[in-house]
């Protein structure tokens, strides 16, 4: 899944392809690069960031629906409903709502009467909460039970099971111990027995562990760490990994199955 960031705020690429004919370009090159899946958000989640209304969302968002979904399965990325409904009927196939549903109670009712594929996320709270929130006993067990209640509440609203993907959320309400915790565990969302999505691309914990002192990191650095930890991520079971540098993502990805043939 290759991410399209339509915001210029976002923390790694903020403006880069607000333009709908350079959205439009990255979104064909990504695919050509090996993704299957189009992740357009319009939100930025960034720790601290401000929430923007649904009509800021779509504002920015529905100029390059339609040319997308022409070209690639695509997925939106979002938490409110109506912004949801709105990029179902101009082709998207998936809704990922990083908040699991929490953020607008309609958000599950609108994915069943669509029919929609559903990435449904591990998450307490929006960005201004983003590390007040981080507080557990057990991060894995927690997240695991967390999602579980989230997806008896989807799939009771009228959601297939067979078209929801869990999401550990990676970054959101986890300091940076428990993220590498949550990845380390990753086998306890087996245990929830669906199909797995990581996002895992150019996030702080990823930095913090090459350089714990430094506060702002290229993008280079960031990909290279991404792509070592895909590698990494093929020893699970994965449905898919969320990234912003699909070529060297597919890179590691190739590598380990060509080392996989001689093994």
Same mark, same amino acid.
Request: proline residues 3%; hydrophobic residues 40%.
């Given at each position: 899944?290759?991410?399209? %960031?339509?915001?210029?705020?976002?923390?790694?690429?903020?403006?880069?392809?607000?333009?709908?004919?350079?959205?439009?370009?990255?979104?064909?090159?990504?695919?050509?690069?090996?993704?299957?899946?189009?992740?357009?958000?319009?939100?930025?989640?960034?720790?601290?960031?401000?929430?923007?209304?649904?009509?800021?969302?779509?504002?920015? +968002? +529905?100029? /390059?629906? %339609?040319? +997308?979904?022409?070209? /690639?399965?695509?997925?939106?990325?979002?938490?409110?409903?109506?912004?949801?409904?709105?990029?179902?009927?101009?082709?998207?196939?998936?809704?990922?709502?990083?908040?699991?549903?929490?953020?607008?109670?309609?958000?599950?009712?609108?994915?069943?009467?669509?029919?929609? !594929?559903?990435?449904?996320? !591990?998450?307490?709270?929006?960005?201004?909460?983003?590390?007040?929130?981080?507080?557990?006993?057990?991060?894995?067990?927690?997240?695991?039970?967390?999602?579980?209640?989230?997806?008896?509440?989807?799939?009771?609203?009228?959601?297939?099971?067979?078209?929801?993907?869990?999401?550990?959320?990676?970054?959101? %309400?986890?300091?940076?111990?428990?993220?590498?915790?949550?990845?380390?565990?990753?086998?306890?969302?087996?245990?929830?027995?669906?199909?797995?999505?990581?996002?895992?691309?150019?996030?702080?914990?990823?930095?913090?562990?090459?350089?714990?002192?430094?506060?702002?990191?290229?993008?280079?650095? #960031?990909?290279?760490?991404?792509?070592?930890?895909?590698?990494?991520?093929?020893? !699970?079971?994965?449905?898919?990994? #969320?990234? !912003?540098? /699909?070529?060297?993502?597919?890179?590691?990805?190739?590598?380990?199955?060509?080392?996989?043939?001689?093994?």
């Amino acid at each position: 899944m290759g991410v399209l %960031n339509l915001t210029p705020d976002s923390f790694s690429d903020g403006g880069m392809f607000n333009d709908p004919q350079a959205a439009y370009a990255q979104a064909q090159l990504m695919h050509l690069q090996g993704a299957e899946i189009i992740d357009v958000g319009a939100e930025s989640t960034k720790p601290g960031s401000e929430r923007i209304d649904s009509a800021e969302e779509q504002r920015r +968002l +529905l100029p /390059v629906l %339609n040319d +997308l979904a022409e070209v /690639v399965d695509l997925s939106v990325d979002t938490m409110n409903a109506s912004t949801a409904e709105i990029a179902l009927s101009m082709g998207a196939r998936y809704i990922n709502d990083v908040s699991g549903g929490l953020a607008d109670s309609d958000m599950h009712k609108v994915v069943a009467a669509n029919d929609a !594929h559903y990435i449904l996320s !591990h998450w307490r709270g929006h960005s201004k909460e983003m590390y007040s929130e981080a507080d557990y006993k057990n991060v894995a067990q927690e997240v695991v039970a967390e999602i579980s209640k989230q997806l008896d509440r989807a799939i009771g609203a009228g959601i297939s099971k067979d078209k929801i993907i869990v999401d550990p959320g990676l970054g959101f %309400n986890k300091d940076m111990g428990q993220n590498w915790e949550l990845v380390a565990r990753l086998d306890e969302l087996k245990k929830l027995q669906m199909p797995i999505l990581v996002g895992h691309s150019r996030k702080r914990f990823l930095s913090s562990a090459l350089d714990p002192e430094m506060t702002e990191m290229d993008n280079q650095r #960031r990909d290279l760490a991404t792509a070592v930890l895909t590698a990494l991520l093929m020893q !699970h079971s994965l449905w898919g990994i #969320r990234v !912003h540098n /699909v070529q060297a993502s597919q890179d590691a990805i190739n590598l380990v199955e060509q080392l996989g043939k001689f093994q």
